[in-house]
C-alpha cells in the first residue's frame, strides 16, 4: 500500500513540473568571454538537478567504497557473534544432557565472542568438575575471570566446587567475599551452609541455617536434622561446663528453646554437667509448652527431685497428653 502512495505523488510532481515548464519561457545567459551561451531556464534547472544528482551519487559511491572495509568487519564480526550465540546454546543443551565433553567444544566456538566467552568458561567449568578434570576446571575459570560483569557468577561457580572437592575453607573465603558484595541470596546461603558444615563450624552453620529457614530454602525435616546435629555438637563441646552451657542456651531464639530435641539435648547435658535445677526447669518448660517424646525420659534421669514432686508432674503432663508411652516409661 505503501508503494502506491508514493506512485502517486511521484506522479503528482511530474505532472506539476510538466506544468511549471510549460509557461516558463525565460532564459539563462552564461558568460564566459569571449563566449555567451543562452539556455532556457528549465534546461538549466535540469542540467542542475542532473549536476546535484551525478555529484550526489558520487559522493555516496565513494563513501560506500571508503566504507567497505569497515562494513566487511562488521559483517565477519555478526557473523562470528551469532556462531558463539548459537554455539552457547548448544553448550547449556549439552550441558542438561549430560555430555559434558560435547560442552567443552561448543564453548571453543562460544568464546569467539566477548559477550559469550565468561558464560560459556563457566558451563564449560562445571562440565570439566563432572568429569574429574581439574586442570581443564582450572583453566576455563581463569578464563572466566577476563568478563568483569561475571565476577559475581565466577565467585558462585568457584565457591560450589570448592565445596564439592571438600576444599573447604577456600569455599567459605569465597563465600564470604560474596556475602561482603552483598549477593546474600538462597544457592550462596546453601553453598555457605554446606561449607560451614563441612568445616565443623557449627556456630556459623546455626547461623546460616537460620537465614536459610527465613526464605524457605531447605525442607523443613532438613532444617530439623542439620539444626540438631549442629547444636548437638555444640552442647558436647561444653559437655561439663554449665556456665557455657547455659550460655549457649539463652544464645538460642526463644522458638529454637521452645523445640523439644533442643531443650533435652541442654537438659540432659547440663543434668551431666551437675546442673540439674536448671536442667528441670528446661524440661518442664519444654512439656508445659508441648509433648515430645524425648522429652519424659530426659526428665526421668534428673536428679535432685523428690521422687512424690516427679511423680505428680509426669501424671499432670499424663493427663494433658494421654497415655503416651514416653509418659508411662518414665512413670515406671
Known amino acids: 500500500m505503501r508503494w502506491m502512495?508514493?506512485?502517486l505523488v511521484a506522479f503528482a510532481v511530474a505532472v506539476g513540473l510538466a506544468l511549471l515548464m510549460r509557461f516558463n519561457h525565460g532564459n539563462v545567459a552564461i558568460l564566459w568571454p569571449p563566449y555567451r551561451v543562452e539556455i532556457s531556464v528549465n534546461l538549466a534547472l535540469a542540467l542542475m538537478v542532473a549536476a546535484f544528482a551525478a555529484l550526489h551519487l558520487v559522493l555516496v559511491g565513494t563513501a560506500r567504497?571508503?566504507?567497505?572495509?569497515?562494513?566487511?568487519?562488521?559483517?565477519r564480526l555478526r557473523r562470528q557473534q551469532e556462531a558463539a550465540v548459537g554455539a552457547l546454546r548448544d553448550s547449556v543443551l549439552a550441558f542438561f544432557e549430560g555430555r559434558h565433553a560435547r560442552v567443552e567444544r561448543h564453548a571453543l566456538v562460544a568464546r569467539g565472542s566477548s559477550v559469550t566467552a565468561a558464560p560459556a568458561a563457566l558451563l564449560a567449568a562445571r562440565s570439566a568438575q563432572r568429569m574429574q578434570e581439574q586442570s581443564r576446571?582450572?583453566?576455563?575459570?581463569q578464563e572466566a575471570q577476563s568478563d568483569a560483569g561475571a565476577g559475581n557468577a565466577l565467585l558462585m561457580t568457584q565457591a560450589e566446587l570448592a565445596v564439592e572437592d571438600r576444599r573447604t575453607q577456600e569455599a567459605i573465603e569465597i563465600v564470604e567475599?560474596?556475602?561482603?558484595r552483598g549477593a546474600r541470596h538462597i544457592v550462596s546461603l546453601r553453598t555457605a551452609l554446606r561449607a560451614y558444615e563441612q568445616a565443623e563450624r557449627w556456630e556459623e552453620v546455626l547461623h546460616t541455617l537460620r537465614l536459610v529457614e527465613k526464605r524457605d530454602a531447605l525442607h523443613p525435616a532438613a532444617v530439623r536434622r542439620l539444626r540438631d546435629r549442629a547444636?548437638?555438637?555444640?552442647?558436647?563441646?561444653?559437655?561439663g561446663d554449665p556456665?557455657?552451657?547455659?550460655?549457649?542456651?539463652?544464645a538460642l531464639r526463644a522458638d529454637e528453646r521452645a523445640l523439644p530435641e533442643l531443650a533435652a539435648q541442654t537438659a540432659a547435658a547440663l543434668a551431666d554437667a551437675g546442673a540439674a535445677d536448671d536442667a528441670r526447669k528446661i524440661?518442664?518448660?519444654?512439656?508445659d509448652a508441648g509433648f515430645a517424646e524425648s522429652l519424659p525420659a530426659t526428665y526421668a534421669r534428673i536428679g535432685g527431685l523428690a521422687l512424690r514432686d516427679r511423680l505428680e508432674r509426669l501424671e499432670g503432663w499424663r493427663g494433658r497428653y494421654g497415655?503416651?508411652?514416653?509418659?508411662?516409661?518414665?512413670?515406671?
Do not use: I, S
Open 137 to 141: 576446571r582450572d583453566r576455563w575459570l
Open 177 to 180: 567475599r560474596m556475602h561482603a
Open 5 to 7: 502512495v508514493w506512485l
Open 243 to 250: 556456665t557455657a552451657l547455659r550460655e549457649l542456651w539463652r
Open 231 to 239: 547444636y548437638g555438637e555444640l552442647v558436647a563441646r561444653k559437655a
Open 283 to 287: 524440661v518442664e518448660q519444654a512439656l
Open 65 to 75: 567504497a571508503l566504507g567497505l572495509p569497515q562494513r566487511v568487519r562488521d559483517y
Open 323 to 332: 497415655d503416651e508411652p514416653a509418659l508411662l516409661l518414665a512413670l515406671g
